[in-house]
């Protein structure tokens, strides 16, 4: 079982429109409605790969029903959502069908109590008792301390599980002290928490801080890793249009599967970059078109780059490596 938190989990709607154009209304073609957050779409896509999941966080109020209502449909997922008395938030995506383009309308998450904090801390390390991977995941809604991960990463170590982390800011900072085997930043996110703009120098500023590996999305470009097996570029074939809500979270359930299947990194990587690609094709988050995926995985390249010095976070020493075949 692969467990996911998503402690500021969301009702994800997306609005299909003809032209989006600021100052006027407009007529929606199109509504999906979906249990979200980042750790809820990560879960979907890894029961759709065939595993089970297990999704905790919280959820409250009518749409934290919903959610759980909705999350109830989807096979090989279990859930294990902490209840709380403020209300589950809602995201919106307003796609633009003539452009292709996005706008995301995020709203705040409910305020957790500090009890409602501890009845999640008891579940989650309960959970971790079954767990083959954990992947943090997304925001912290208010109340919920902010060295949050750090404390899940460091429960997660004691008892063996290997920990994934996407998260952003303060949150990330400390997160990744606590020495979690994986972080998945953006380009952005990872230059606000090294001050580096070159995302090889960041990586490796970033493992420094204390990740065993870092893979950063470069998002059209692909995925950049930095791992202590080497260090790979890999990208997709070509740019595609669609709604890329969701896309970093596949390629978070793409390595984690991989993790848990024991492929070498270079696989894990096609993996999550064709899964990434596939599901800006879909039409919603936590979906993604399998034949796309199938016919892209195939298809995936990698580029080199320059090997990485050694780091102290693990005393190895990175050499490059490049995928073939």
């Keep these: ?7 500021n989990t969301a009702l994800d709607l997306t609005y299909r429109v003809p032209r989006l154009t600021a100052h006027s209304s407009h007529r929606v073609t199109d509504v999906t409605e979906r249990p979200g957050g ?5 879960a979907r896509v890894l029961a759709s790969l065939g595993h089970e999941a297990t999704v905790c966080g919280f959820a409250g109020g009518s749409t934290g029903r919903v959610l759980s209502e909705q999350l109830a449909a989807f096979a090989g997922i279990r859930d294990a959502l902490t209840p709380c008395a403020g209300a589950t938030r809602r995201t919106i995506a307003v796609v633009d069908d003539a452009t292709g383009d996005t706008t995301q309308l995020n709203e705040p998450g409910p305020l957790v109590s ?14 971790l008792r079954g767990a083959s991977a954990v992947a943090l995941c ?7 301390p902010v060295g949050a991960y750090a404390h899940l990463i460091r429960a997660a170590r004691t008892v063996g599980v290997p920990v994934l982390l996407d998260t952003s800011g303060e ?28 995302p090889l120098q960041a990586t490796r500023d970033a493992r420094r801080r204390g990740a065993h590996a870092v893979v950063a999305s470069l998002g059209p ?18 740019r595609v249009q669609g709604n890329p809500t969701g896309a970093g979270d596949s ?18 990587l096609a993996r999550a970059v064709a899964l990434s690609v596939a599901t800006v094709l ?35 020493k990175d050499v490059l490596k490049r995928r073939t075949g």
């Design 1 to 7: 079982m692969i467990l996911t938190v998503t402690l």
């Design 38 to 42: 980042k750790g809820l779409n990560v």
């Design 114 to 127: 500090a009890a409602e904090w501890r009845t999640f801390l008891t579940s989650y390390e309960e959970l």
């Design 138 to 144: 997304g925001s912290l809604p208010p109340g919920v």
């Design 171 to 198: 949150p990330l900072r400390r997160g990744i002290a606590a020495r979690p085997d994986i972080v998945k930043p953006n380009a952005d996110e990872l230059a606000e928490l090294t001050g580096s703009h070159d």
């Design 221 to 238: 470009g692909g995925l950049l890793a930095a791992t202590p097996d080497g260090a790979w570029r890999v990208a997709p074939p070509a």
């Design 251 to 268: 390629a978070v359930a793409g390595l984690l599967a991989g993790l848990v299947e024991g492929e070498p990194w270079p696989a894990r």
């Design 282 to 316: 879909a039409p919603a988050a936590g979906e993604f078109d399998a034949s796309a995926y199938a016919e892209l995985l195939a298809q995936i390249s990698s580029f080199p780059t320059p090997p990485l010095p050694e780091s102290p976070a693990d005393g190895s």
